[in-house]
């Protein structure tokens, strides 16, 4: 294995904490929560770098910042350095040139598209000997485990809702869906009477209906533990799933449901 290093890990539906292989500090703000690794090898000051997919004026930087600030001015033998480019601009490449070259960082977010790239090269620490990792829920254990190894520690587990305004229903004489297949009965009956029958924006409008789609095949199975296993596996392939899923998005556009 290359150096221990220290990663922050976000994922798709899961924000997670790798940590390296020795001694931790957290602080916890505002959802953000960013670990430090305080070195035993050393008596010295330790600079460490924490390598982010954020813009360097975004709040999210400003808030790392802070955090940051405060763990420097109160611990001694170790320096947090913060560097952050967005995602849009290469993060995802600069990170792995930065990690191949040796002289990676010590604190980094890895996207979910890179975690197995970075796992086949030996970036990764196995965490599951750490107390926190005894803490999770069954869901959010399977979240961090990556080949033979427990990678992070989730801090965060998002679940999407897909909210139905009974008023608007009424107003059309509809009941609510119960299935996709009613859900674009009402979305027609809706449009065809003039009215907007979806009412969402950003890339919820987007991801909400394609993952719902694509996903339910997984998660609706009966086999859903066997598929999930098979997909992180590399046996199946998601983007089979996920076609699906952009194929329900393509018909919300095709058909003029979205608002303007």
Excluded at 5 to 27: F, H, K, P, Q, R
Aim: one cysteine or more; a negative charge.
């Amino acid at each position: 294995m290359k150096r221990m290093l220290t990663v922050v890990c976000v994922v798709a539906m899961l924000c997670g904490l790798i940590l390296g292989g020795c001694e931790e500090n957290s602080d916890l703000e505002n959802g953000e929560q960013v670990v430090v690794v305080e070195s035993k090898e050393s008596q010295k000051e330790q600079v460490l770098t924490f390598f982010a997919p954020i813009d360097g004026k975004s709040s999210g930087a400003v808030a790392y910042r802070k955090l940051i600030d405060e763990y420097n001015s109160s611990h001694k033998g170790v320096h947090v350095i913060f560097e952050g480019i967005a995602t849009a601009d290469g993060f995802n490449q600069y990170l792995e040139e930065r990690l191949d070259s040796g002289k990676g960082d010590d604190i980094f977010i890895v996207n979910e598209d890179r975690v197995k790239s970075l796992y086949s090269k030996g970036y990764f620490c196995d965490l599951s000997g750490l107390a926190g990792v005894q803490m999770l829920n069954k869901a959010a254990k399977a979240q961090a485990v990556i080949g033979d190894i427990t990678y992070c520690i989730p801090v965060n587990m998002s679940a999407y809702a897909l909210f139905v305004n009974l008023d608007v229903l009424k107003k059309y004489a509809l009941q609510p869906p119960r299935d996709l297949e009613e859900f674009v009965f009402c979305c027609r009956t809706i449009k065809q009477q003039g009215g907007t029958p979806i009412s969402i924006s950003r890339w919820h409008a987007t991801a909400i209906p394609a993952i719902a789609n694509g996903f339910d095949k997984i998660y609706g199975s009966d086999s859903s533990s066997s598929l999930v296993s098979e997909i992180n596996s590399g046996e199946q392939h998601i983007s089979i799933y996920m076609l699906e899923g952009f194929e329900v998005f393509e018909q919300f556009v095709r058909e003029g449901w979205y608002g303007n």
